[in-house]
Every structure is written in C-alpha cells, then in structure tokens.
C-alpha cells in the first residue's frame, strides 16, 4: 500500500474528516513523493499526522460505533468522556509505538459486535493474565495506551512474550485488540493478533484473525507460534 493509495481510500468513505486526512497525505506526497508502506512496520491508514488528529480520528470512530450504545445523547457528549493520549516518552520508540484508546464500557462480546468481529470466547473460562505480573492494577474505564501491535512479536510463541515483558510492558488483551482492529482495521492484512493479556481455559490465549475475510475472535496454544501472528503488548498505565 502506498500513500497515494492511502489518500484515493481516505477520499472514498465521503467523511469530510476523512477528506482532511487525505488532503494532509497530499500535501505530504507532494513534499516527498510518494512510497509504499514497509512490510516490516504496522499498516497505518494516516501515517505522519499529529497526534491530535490520529486522537481526534480514533475518537470519532468510536463515537460512531459505541455512543448510541452507551446511552450518550450525541457523539459530542460520549467523545468527551474519552481519554488523552499522552506524549510517547521516548524509550518507547521503535517498541511501543501504536498510540490506541480503548473503550471499556462495554463487554467485549459486545464490542465484537459492533464492530463486527465474530466472537468466539463466550462460555470460556476468561482471565486477566496480567494479574501475574507485580504491581498490575486493572483498568476499568477508557484508557489511551502505546502498544506494540505485533509487528515486533511476530512468529512468537505467547508464553515466551509473556516471559520477556519488560517493566513497563504488560500483554495486550481482548479489549486491547478490538480497539486496534477498530482503529486501523487493514493491520489483520499485515498480521494477526495474540492477546497474551487474556487468558482462555488453561493453556490459551485470546487471538484476533481473518478466516475467509471476516474478523474472528477466538484463542490459539500459548505453546505454538505461527509467522502470521505476532503478540501484542500494552505499555503500563501509570
């Protein structure tokens, strides 16, 4: 993909906000000509905008998926309630680089739904892996996050990711794939998603996937590694 190709797609949709994207990525192809998106990083729809417009996009995607749903009178109100993100310290970089916000107010069976997911987890016996780790706290409300979104774990059995988290790190989970699937829904064309943050049964962990197309849900062995998928990993609330 290039970012030409970017910029024809953005202006497809007919979303005036999508029209300012494309209009920023022309400026940008004529600056610097234009280039395909190496295969060895994560897609992104809207490389090279600021940080307040992919914050300001992302917002707006999920005001169109889940304000209705949460009772919010208009998407004004429901992006309000949303979180920041904050600046990317700068030992993140290269490591923890997907800036995401993750909707929590909703169950992920749910979410799934919405978005149009397939879910395979319900019935399940699900936990939060990260409660392993020292000084985890749970987070129940909206957060803004860094990930990695895989492109760094690729071909990695999830036990071995989950083994080698960092301080700051902690695994990426269901929620956290949705909201990356939401956010940039082409990343499924690149690489699938492990979820080592969610655990299933005993020795499974959440995964996100395309099977004939669509977006599944569903689990794969902590023990196995395949070269299509690659693990997710969350930076630390603070």
Request: proline share 6%; charged share 25%.
């Amino acid at each position: 993909m290039t970012l030409a190709k970017g910029e024809l797609e953005l202006r497809r949709t007919g979303n005036p906000e999508d029209t300012k994207l494309a209009g920023q990525l022309r400026a940008r192809i004529e600056s610097r000509g234009d280039f395909p998106l190496s295969t060895t990083e994560s897609l992104k729809i809207y490389p090279e905008i600021s940080l307040q417009a992919e914050w300001d996009r992302q917002a707006q995607n999920l005001a169109n998926i889940f304000s209705k749903e949460l009772n919010f009178k208009t998407p004004q109100e429901y992006i309000a309630t949303l979180p920041k993100f904050e600046p990317q310290p700068k030992n993140w970089k290269g490591r923890l680089d997907t800036p995401v916000i993750v909707e929590t107010r909703a169950s992920p069976s749910r979410q799934s739904e919405l978005a149009g997911i397939k879910y395979f987890l319900d019935g399940l016996d699900k936990t939060d892996w990260n409660k392993n780790l020292k000084g985890y706290t749970e987070t129940t409300v909206p957060y803004a996050a860094w990930l990695d979104d895989g492109r760094n774990y690729i071909n990695k059995k999830v036990k071995d990711v989950r083994s080698n988290l960092k301080g700051d790190e902690i695994g990426g989970t269901e929620l956290d794939g949705i909201a990356l699937y939401i956010s940039n829904p082409k990343i499924l064309e690149h690489h699938f998603l492990d979820l080592p943050g969610t655990s299933v049964e005993s020795n499974r962990a959440a995964g996100l996937r395309l099977w004939l197309g669509r977006p599944e849900l569903g689990c794969g062995f902590v023990g196995g590694a395949s070269p299509g998928f690659g693990s997710v990993v969350r930076a630390r609330q603070k």
